[in-house]
């Protein structure tokens, strides 16, 4: 699957937004992917997910057990691409502000994990939920996206594997295009929300 087909996946889905939105990161940008309304449809989630995987198992030689995601944007994504490639699924959530492994999930030195994602822009969450995943013992042999929003910019520490690579503008708050300055910012994502 090329970056423009994933895109026109995101378009078709009313996903690609413009505007002037607050990401996750605190940037501020004119595009922002709403992929809630991708993931709404199984079989849109199941076609780009099918594609991640098999991205997955052409670039990672190593014998990965295990797929986690951050919650929550990660949640989904993680969920279909480990049953495309026959593995458990777990996901760390924040507690006390930082990830965590909770309900019941576990990983040892044994398990490789493949991290799965959403969206990446800066790299944070994803460089979080590794080093949750590290504190267990486990090894995480690489990360997959859909979107590496920062045209392949951002480090998490890992291979990368993205669907696709874009490099949308992004801008801290006090460094705003004209253009941005004179339309209100909203915050679409799900960052803040999570307990």
């Given at each position: 699957?090329?970056?423009?087909?994933?895109?026109?996946?995101?378009?078709?889905?009313?996903?690609?937004?413009?505007?002037?939105?607050?990401?996750?990161?605190?940037?501020?940008?004119?595009?922002?992917?709403?992929?809630?309304?991708?993931?709404?449809?199984?079989?849109?989630?199941?076609?780009?997910?099918?594609?991640?995987?098999?991205?997955v198992r052409a670039k990672v030689q190593d014998n990965i057990t295990a797929i986690v995601s951050p919650a929550l944007g990660g949640i989904i994504p993680g969920y279909e691409t480990a049953r495309q490639l026959g593995l458990p699924f777990l996901f760390v959530e924040r507690e006390d502000g930082e990830f965590r492994l909770r309900r019941g999930f576990q990983l040892t030195a044994a398990d490789r994990v493949l991290?799965?994602?959403?969206?990446?822009?800066?790299?944070?969450?994803?460089?979080e939920c590794i080093s949750a995943i590290e504190k267990t013992g486990a090894k995480v042999v690489a990360e997959c996206c859909l979107v590496d929003r920062s045209g392949g910019r951002a480090d998490v520490g890992v291979p990368l594997i993205a669907l696709a690579t874009v490099a949308f503008p992004a801008y801290a708050e006090d460094a705003l295009p004209p253009e941005l300055e004179r339309i209100p910012a909203i915050k679409p994502g799900s960052r803040g929300l999570e307990a």
């Open positions: 699957m090329t970056a423009d087909e994933v895109l026109d996946e995101f378009r078709e889905a009313g996903a690609l937004l413009e505007g002037h939105f607050i990401l996750s990161s605190g940037l501020r940008s004119p595009v922002f992917l709403q992929k809630a309304l991708v993931f709404r449809e199984p079989a849109r989630t199941e076609k780009l997910c099918k594609a991640m995987a098999e991205a991290v799965v994602e959403d969206i990446v822009t800066t790299g944070l969450s994803s460089r």
